[in-house]
């Protein structure tokens, strides 16, 4: 288990551009597939993307390819997401969760440990 915390989000409008961060703690933590989600209300929370150990795969739901841009400093222990073209189906509060497996991960049920999440609201 990790600990992990969100920061990043507010308010913008349509088109603008928003970074999260994820700041992660614990035990072995730089070994953990890291990925980010989201759920919007009254909606299931879905994959927005993922990356492993080693930067050398990453992974993006396709209503953000091209827009959404996964990263990781493994030396800081941070996670980021940025965000640009946003638009107002962005609008969810966005999850940064840890996985312990090696290959792909874009499930939930891949990720053991989450953080509390961080709202983000696109205005048309």
């Known amino acids: 288990q990790v600990q992990l915390v969100e920061s990043g989000g507010g308010l913008v409008q349509a088109g603008d551009s928003l970074r999260l961060s994820c700041a992660a703690s614990?035990?072995?933590?730089?070994?953990?597939?890291m990925g980010w989600f989201r759920q919007a209300p009254g909606k299931e929370r879905e994959f927005v993307a993922s990356i492993n150990w080693s930067r050398s795969n990453t992974y993006y739901a396709y209503s953000v390819k091209g827009r959404f841009t996964i990263s990781r400093d493994n030396a800081k222990r941070t996670v980021n997401l940025q965000m640009n073209s946003l638009k107002p189906e962005d609008t969810a509060v966005y999850y940064c969760?840890?996985?312990?497996?090696?290959?792909?991960?874009?499930?939930?049920?891949?990720?053991?440990?989450w953080g509390q999440g961080t709202q983000v609201t696109v205005s048309s």
């Open positions: 969760a840890a996985s312990g497996l090696f290959a792909r991960a874009t499930s939930e049920a891949d990720f053991g440990s």
């Open positions: 614990g035990r072995a933590v730089n070994t953990y597939t």
